[in-house]
């Protein structure tokens, strides 16, 4: 279920397993809404009065804090990217121009930890086409083609292939540079 989740945009093998981790099993909510509020990611209500009265504050941050901040982290990733054609994406910097950047994050985010539901809930990958028809009740995701999921899934293998090499890369450098540099003469006396 973690490859099949990181088929989503901006999300990679720790938020899939964090994600997993924290969420247990899909079953047990009903909708999206509910996994959000679990996670903090709906707004507080201070209501008095009547409908007209109705003011919605910033997010609760009730529920777990590591994977808030990782699924925060992933709409900002989702944002920084230029050429996304991903609807996700584009419905984020709308939001972002009309209400702002910060506002935008926090509804990316809330937004792909219902995608992200709805993906294991319904034993599917991460289709923007879906994404992009799917209305705003949440109709569930249409059946997809064996080989949808496993083009999707190969997809998914080269991301985390590509990001372990990067990994890799980086610890050798960072060895290269630890063999490269002299030892001093007063850490090799106390190395005798």
């Known amino acids: 279920m973690i490859a099949r989740l990181t088929t989503a945009p901006g999300v990679g093998l720790v938020i899939a397993a964090a994600f997993v981790s924290v969420v247990d099993e899909a079953k047990r909510f ?25 003011r919605l504050g ?12 990782l699924l925060t982290q992933a709409a900002h990733t989702i944002l920084r990217h230029k050429s ?13 121009e009309r209400r702002g950047h910060h506002i935008a994050v926090v509804a990316l ?4 930890s219902g995608v992200l539901w709805a993906m294991w809930r319904d034993g599917t990958v991460y289709d923007a086409q879906i994404a992009a028809t799917a209305s705003a009740k949440g109709l569930r ?11 999707s899934m190969k997809e998914a293998a080269v991301k985390a292939r590509r990001r372990q090499r990067s990994i890799d890369k980086g610890l ?14 007063s850490r090799r006396a106390s190395m005798h």
């Open 30 to 54: 009903h909708h999206a809404y509910q996994l959000a509020s679990y996670l903090g990611l709906v707004p507080l209500e201070d209501t008095t009065g009547g409908r007209d009265k109705r």
């Open 58 to 69: 910033s997010i609760t941050k009730q529920g777990n804090a590591y994977l808030r901040a």
């Open 84 to 96: 996304s054609g991903d609807p996700l994406g584009r419905w984020a910097k709308a939001i972002a």
């Open 109 to 112: 985010a809330r937004r792909l």
């Open 141 to 151: 995701l249409q059946a997809q083609s064996v080989e949808q999921q496993a083009q």
């Open 172 to 185: 050798g450098a960072a060895a290269a540079t630890a063999r490269s540099r002299p030892v001093s003469t």
